[in-house]
């Protein structure tokens, strides 16, 4: 059925050029995505950075650098992260929300909605501010009175902020969620939500005063003060669809069918995103994927521990599709999961050098042997047949099946030997040889998802009876 799908990442913090946890959220945005469009759907596909922060802003001065062009630079390494010749990450937008013609418009509408259903008011508050964390923190948080995250003391801060009424929907937020109407995945993830919703949730403060941010989006009707991180980041994904300006993507596309998170937002998206909807009176998303860390040895990539893995440095080595088959395959989007060079350059070998790359190189040439003409592709095939776990985000069983279909395959060839039987009965090689050549595009285009590139290249080759040029070198 024809269905249209939006899909979200998170936006990202341009504070430092992208890690590997950027490549991972983009990655696994992208293949479902890409599935989604396979198999018919009309897609939008939205990412950006979230640039209104003091975060930002403080990185700039370190950096010697004026914000606006510190964050060309960094938004820059994003893009080209994200490009064609890298990771192939096939979005529609990219936001920025310091756009001021894109972004600033669908904030400033929401929050005139929120104040048209009662629930702002400005209230004062006192406490302690974490810049590294752009949020309060509490005194009991604190390790030798610094905060043992950022490793800063915090600011003490007595300030009078709009405040946005979240208590008022906890109670509704709960029961979409428990009616999955909105469904949190995986279920425990869900659980650790449903736990905090049943404490309650408390009214947040949805703005700073102007004179102590340097950046943000300006309340609406009041200069002396600009939004608070959660009224600017959440509302970027309805601004993209032109929320508050020109609402025809908006009216398409909304509600999201799935925001991309990691664990760490998960409270935001799942209780103040919700809550800020329901009080503007506009449909809830309805799946959130919430994805775990990567650790490498084990260990949190630290500058310190010196673990931390650079999405370029694979790149350079493996290429951009030997890391979004990586991801994929041997990062859970369920929980956490662990990479180290090593074990990157094992699977690297196995499975894509020895694996996929030999076997396109065997059928093909012995395709080109035995045929003058590329083989005929025109029967229907089968539907796609990893949807059963794509459709319940299980991309690494989807990989693992498609990798016993090519072992279905070396298995063939192992028992038939069709190059032996080629020098004696070329009609019953043909038949063999036809077999695999069909077997193999329809795995090429189930790779579309997981490989573009790669899935590409082979389909090409099957198209042009030819052995393509080595895939994946031997590392
Ligand atoms: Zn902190």
Redesign the pocket.
């Known amino acids: 059925m024809y269905k249209r799908s939006y899909i979200t990442t998170p936006i990202f913090y341009p504070n430092a050029r992208p890690h590997l946890g950027h490549a991972y959220t983009a990655t696994i945005a992208d293949i479902l995505a890409r599935y989604r469009r396979a198999v018919g759907d009309e897609v939008y596909f939205l990412t950006g950075v979230d640039e209104n922060t003091e975060k930002v802003a403080r990185a700039a001065r370190a950096a010697g650098q004026e914000t606006g062009a510190y964050l060309n630079t960094v938004v820059s390494s994003f893009k080209d992260l994200f490009s064609e010749k890298k990771l192939n990450i096939s979005y529609d937008q990219f936001i920025r929300t310091s756009d001021e013609k894109v972004h600033w418009p669908g904030a400033q509408a929401l929050w005139r909605k929120l104040v048209e259903a009662g629930d702002i008011y400005p209230s004062s508050y006192e406490g302690l501010y ?4 752009e ?1 309060f ?1 509490t005194e009991k948080n604190l390790v030798g009175g610094k ?4 490793n ?1 003391a ?1 600011q003490h801060l007595k300030e009078t902020n709009y405040f946005f009424r979240l208590s008022k929907y906890t109670k509704e937020i709960k029961k979409r969620i428990e009616c999955a109407e909105l469904q949190i995945i995986p279920e425990e993830r869900k659980n650790e939500i449903i736990a905090l919703l049943e404490r309650g949730l408390e009214d947040v403060s949805f703005s700073r005063p102007s004179d102590k941010v340097s950046v943000g989006i300006p309340v609406p009707d009041d200069s002396t003060q600009k939004m608070y991180v959660w009224c600017d980041a959440l509302t970027n994904y309805i601004s993209a669809l032109g929320y508050g300006r020109d609402d025809e993507l908006f009216r398409k596309f909304w509600p999201a069918d799935l925001h991309i998170i990691g664990k760490d937002i998960l409270r935001f998206h799942a209780g103040i995103w919700p809550g800020m909807l329901l009080s503007a009176g506009l449909p809830l998303p309805k799946k959130i994927l919430v994805h775990g860390f990567i650790t490498s040895g084990g260990k949190k990539m630290s500058k310190t521990l010196g673990n931390v893995i650079d999405p370029d440095t694979l790149i350079e080595e493996y290429g951009g599709e030997a890391v979004r088959y990586f991801l994929a395959r041997h990062i859970s989007p369920f929980e956490d999961g662990d990479i180290t060079l090593t074990r990157f350059k094992e699977t690297y070998n196995a499975d894509l050098a020895n694996g996929l790359g030999n076997l396109v190189a065997r059928i093909l040439q012995m395709s080109s042997q035995c045929f003058e003409h590329p083989v005929d592709l025109s029967e229907k095939r089968k539907p796609f047949s990893v949807s059963q776990y794509i459709e319940k985000f299980e991309l690494n069983n989807a990989l693992i099946a498609i990798w016993s279909d090519m072992s279905v395959l070396n298995d063939f060839i192992q028992e038939n030997k069709p190059f032996d039987v080629i020098k004696t009965d070329k009609k019953k090689a043909q038949l063999q040889i036809s077999y695999l050549v069909k077997e193999l595009f329809r795995i090429a285009e189930i790779l579309e998802l997981f490989m573009p590139e790669t899935s590409k290249k082979i389909k090409e080759a099957i198209q042009q009876n030819k052995k393509p040029e080595n895939l994946f070198p031997r590392k």
Do not use: L, S
Not at 130 to 133: A, I, K, P, R, S
């Open positions: 974490c810049v590294g964390h949020a923190v905060c043992p995250d950022h800063e915090p």
